[in-house]
């Protein structure tokens, strides 16, 4: 803190350094997205809400016009595995007479943005969903994470399809 | 029973007062003139305004954005990135096919909200892969191109912060600011 206090310029540093483009933009892009062969972009968003709400999604965030929507869940994050490694840990550490905190994930909040375009030389409509999360651990302390694994957006836009051709609709 | 209410009360009322205060966030706004801020922030594209908007949109996410509000007609989006960045843009027809995109960042840390006032910041960290988005040339906006000016200021302060807060998540703790997460070891941007 008292470092950020002397340095005038930490706000534009921090901006810089956090701000940057991601060096694998392109490569996320094309795996969080998908291209669906409908033409009304209004359907594929009251499906893609539906999707998130059945994932225990709280939509904090609509805007048709412009092909967003963004929301959020809470998740308890304790893995067993986790904890009983650390509590090992701390025990084999204590024999050695070496104090340890054991630390393990405790909460964790998902979050969501979605957004939708319109291909309309090819009547279809592209989505992009990227989930990120930020997990606080049993210390007080928080990381943010990206959740890019391809399964994630995959799993869910199989779940748009599938909610899509329930209705009767072919994209 | 009188008794009872007037100990329940006390109590309640020794609770409230021993309760910590939560600060609000002071905004700090860049000292450097407004024409200097303005002309770092803002460009113009040579598109309508809805495909500039969408532009704008697709940009944030590229650069790893949560877009927490949207709004077609006022024309504003902001957006967080790693929680302690915030971007807030506006979008304005010029003309036919001209719009104005005005940007404005701000760091928040330590109960405070700094504005960005680093033209770098603007032009390599957001106006440029506009720019590649959209596959468009941006142009400086002359100096009476004057886009949304002083509300913009106020865009970033995204709708159901309060309810956020109260999330383990974004509780103000020893380390859970941007110090921890921006510079961390364990942060994936």
Known sequence: MAGCQQNANWANEFALKAGAPLPNAAQLRERESAR???RNETTLLVEATAVL???GFTVEESAPRLGVLAGAKDRDATEVGQVAGQIAI??????LGVQYNPVWDKDQLIR???TTFPLRSEGA????????RIVVN???LARAERLDAPEFSTGFFEQVRKGLASRGIRA | MKMRSFTVLALLLALVACAPQQPANTFVASTKPANELRSM???VVEADRETTARGVIATLQDLGYRITRADAEAGTVSATRLTGLRLAATVEERSRNQTIVRANASVLALGRETQVDDPNFYQANFFVPLGNTMSRNLMVAPPDGSGPAARVRWLNVCRGK????????NRRLPGRDFLSEGFGDHVEY
């Open chain 1, 125 to 132: 409509v592209k989505m992009r969903v990227s989930f990120e």
């Open chain 1, 53 to 55: 709400q059945d994932l």
């Open chain 1, 90 to 95: 701390a025990v084999g550490l204590a024999l």
């Open chain 1, 112 to 114: 969501v943005t979605l």
């Open chain 1, 36 to 38: 669906f062969a409908l």
């Open chain 1, 138 to 140: 049993n210390q007080g």
């Open chain 2, 162 to 169: 309060d309810k956020r807060r109260q999330h383990p998540a």
């Open chain 2, 41 to 43: 922030q803002t460009r």
